[in-house]
């Protein structure tokens, strides 16, 4: 069996993977969304199917990312959340709505059909995502 002294001195490797995992995720899933929507001009340009190919390519990196995201979120909260005060958990309760807000309007705007649609829900992914990320740093403190 592994001693707790040993166990200690991992504590701070395990500490580093975690928020490294949680915080490379949410820089491919906030980062690539603001990235894209700066490529989106350029992209109309090579053709009127370009800016849609380049959002389904860019799906199949930000929905794995948005995984590890809920993944390594719930491992934090395992890992931090004992002894915090009210404030910290109200902003995680806050955070974990805005973020399942922030997946359903990235979801919506993938199956958008219209133009006002596709925008509308970019728009609410990337404020809730941008949101999400403020009170995630709030968090960490
Ligand atoms: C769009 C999704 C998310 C984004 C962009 C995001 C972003 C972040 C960022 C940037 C940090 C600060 C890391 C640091 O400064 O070291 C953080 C910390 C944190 N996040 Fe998230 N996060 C997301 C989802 C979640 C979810 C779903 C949960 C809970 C289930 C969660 C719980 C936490 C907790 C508890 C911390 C503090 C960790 C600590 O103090 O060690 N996050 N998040």
């Known amino acids: 069996m592994t001693s707790p002294v ?4 991992l ?6 993977v975690r928020l490294s995992l949680h915080v490379l995720a949410a820089s491919i899933w906030v980062g690539g969304q603001v ?6 001009p350029t992209a109309r340009q090579l053709g009127p199917d370009a800016p849609r190919r380049v959002g389904r390519a860019f799906a199949r990196l930000s929905w794995p990312a ?8 719930i491992w934090n909260v395992a890992a ?9 958990q109200v902003v995680l309760g806050v955070k974990i709505a805005v973020v399942l807000v922030a997946g359903l309007a990235a979801g919506l705007h993938g ?8 925008s ?3 728009s609410v992914a990337g404020v809730t995502s941008l949101a999400a990320l403020v009170m995630g740093v709030f968090l960490a403190g």
């Not at 504590?11 to 580093?16: C, G, I, L």
């Not at 931090?80 to 910290?88: E, H, N, R």
């Not at 199956?111 to 596709?118: G, K, L």
């Open 6 to 9: 040993v166990l200690a001195q």
């Open 11 to 16: 504590a701070p490797a395990v500490e580093a």
């Open 35 to 40: 990235t894209l929507a700066g490529l989106v």
């Open 66 to 73: 948005y995984v590890v995201l809920l993944a390594t979120g």
């Open 80 to 88: 931090v959340s004992k002894g915090q005060g009210t404030a910290w």
């Open 111 to 118: 199956r958008a059909r219209t133009p006002v649609a596709v």
């Open 120 to 122: 509308v829900w970019g």
